[in-house]
Nanobody
Framework: QVQVVESGGGLVQAGGSLRLSCVASGSILSINAMVWFRQAQGKQREWVTT???????MYADSVKGRFTISRDNAKNTVNLQMNSLKPEDTAVYYC?????????WGKGTLVTVSS
């Protein structure tokens, strides 16, 4: 069994920064990719950023240049540094871990950006 837990959400003013973390624990042989999604109230869940096992990163256009994803393979952890936050970044942020050909999701952490 694999557990995925996000942390670091909170309330921040526009222009501010937050750092989210996601830890995967349990019976893991190999993590392929770690991914952040977000879902704003009343909207569909959208992809934010991915970091592959080799370190390659990809970002949605809406966050490119403001968000940075990084991972610590030894700790099965992925971080999301979010800078220059905007009110439209307000959402529940979910971490997805692709490990051993299976996808595991966390329960999410709420980020609220006030104007």
């Amino acid at each position: 069994q694999v557990q995925v837990v996000e942390s670091g959400g909170g309330l921040v003013q526009a222009g501010g920064s937050l750092r989210l973390s996601c830890v995967a624990s349990g019976s893991i042989l190999s993590i392929n990719a770690m991914v952040w999604f977000r879902q704003a109230q009343g909207k569909q869940r959208e992809w934010v950023t991915t970091i592959a096992s080799g370190g390659r990163t990809m970002y949605a256009d809406s966050v490119k240049g403001r968000f940075t994803i990084s991972r610590d393979n030894a700790k099965n952890t992925v971080n999301l540094q979010m800078n220059s936050l905007k009110p439209e970044d307000t959402a529940v942020y979910y971490c997805k871990v692709v490990a051993d050909a299976t996808e595991y999701w966390g329960k999410g952490t709420l980020v609220t950006v006030s104007s």
